[in-house]
């Protein structure tokens, strides 16, 4: 079964141990985009994805 964007980005920030406002904190977006993302209500754009990516040290095709 394919995890949804939202899912796996939530996924990876609990296994990093950050909350949503930690999360947005390190790549420089608001808590509320966060939580959009991992409820599926908003779309991370591809340079935040490129953050999130190098945070979690997975390759963009994860995500």
């Known amino acids: 079964m394919i995890m949804a964007l939202g ?19 390190k790549i420089g977006v608001s808590r509320s985009a966060v ?3 991992e409820s599926q209500h908003g779309i991370c754009d591809v340079d935040n994805l490129k953050e999130l990516s190098q945070l979690f040290g997975v390759s963009m095709i994860i995500f």
Do not use: D, F, T
Request: no cysteine; glycine share 4%.
């Open 35 to 37: 939580a959009k993302w």
């Open 7 to 25: 899912k796996k980005i939530k996924e990876a920030r609990k296994q990093a141990g950050l909350s949503q406002e930690q999360l947005a904190n």
